[in-house]
């Protein structure tokens, strides 16, 4: 019985087959900030189930592409399902442009709504990517502040920094900043992106 829910948790993820096998141990840390962050990474798995209820229950991997900020957002996620904890995962940029194609069937949109907003954790890869419009914030606002009235935990990556989170939205950017707080890794500077060293 609990293979079979571990595979009905995995299968509802959204997470794609090509991520199920990322974990910790292939996340090679070449900086320090890596290090440090895949250390809170792990530590947020093993406490998740003391955090889950309260208000600062998130976590957030931001700042330059490169650094390994989806790696780690999976390695969470395939690593709390392994937990029987469920996942969603929530490609932003698809998933955006997919609400918005159901806007005006307010039933339709309610209900596609509603499972990124009650999902037990909700994982946001690549948090504002690309062009932003009102209706993004407008989606993006009311799934993150029902979570954040509801302690419901998020893991978030973005090419965002904190300060260009406020400018995205002061409202969205606050909320997501409070419910991470203390676990939020940036990754500033050209030396994070692990993708132009050396292998």
Do not use: W
């Not at 199920?20 to 792990?42: D, P």
């Not at 993006?140 to 893991?155: D, H």
């Not at 940036?186 to 292998?199: A, D, S, V």
């Amino acid at each position: 019985m609990k293979e079979k829910y571990y595979k009905q948790i995995i299968k509802n993820s959204g997470i794609s087959e090509h991520f199920y096998k990322i974990g910790f141990k292939e996340f090679k840390t070449k900086t320090e900030k890596q290090k440090f962050a895949k250390e809170q990474a792990i530590e947020y798995v093993k406490n998740f189930e003391n955090i889950e209820h309260d208000r600062n229950n998130g976590i957030a991997f931001l700042g330059n592409c490169g650094a390994g900020k989806t790696h780690l957002s999976i390695a969470i996620a395939n690593n709390l399902m392994a937990k029987h904890i469920a996942v969603l995962y929530m490609p932003y940029r698809e998933t955006v442009t997919k609400i918005k194609q159901s806007i005006t069937d307010e039933i339709n949109y309610s209900k596609i709504m509603n499972v990124y907003k009650t999902a037990k954790v909700l994982l946001i890869d690549d948090f504002a990517k690309g062009k932003t419009t009102e209706s993004d914030i407008n989606i993006m606002f009311e799934i993150i502040n029902y979570r954040y009235l509801n302690n419901m935990p998020i893991i978030i990556s973005s090419e965002l920094v904190q300060e260009r989170l406020l400018d995205f939205d002061e409202a969205i950017g606050s909320r997501i900043i409070e419910m991470c707080r203390g676990r939020i890794n940036e990754f500033i500077g050209i030396e994070t992106n692990y993708r132009l060293k050396e292998q």
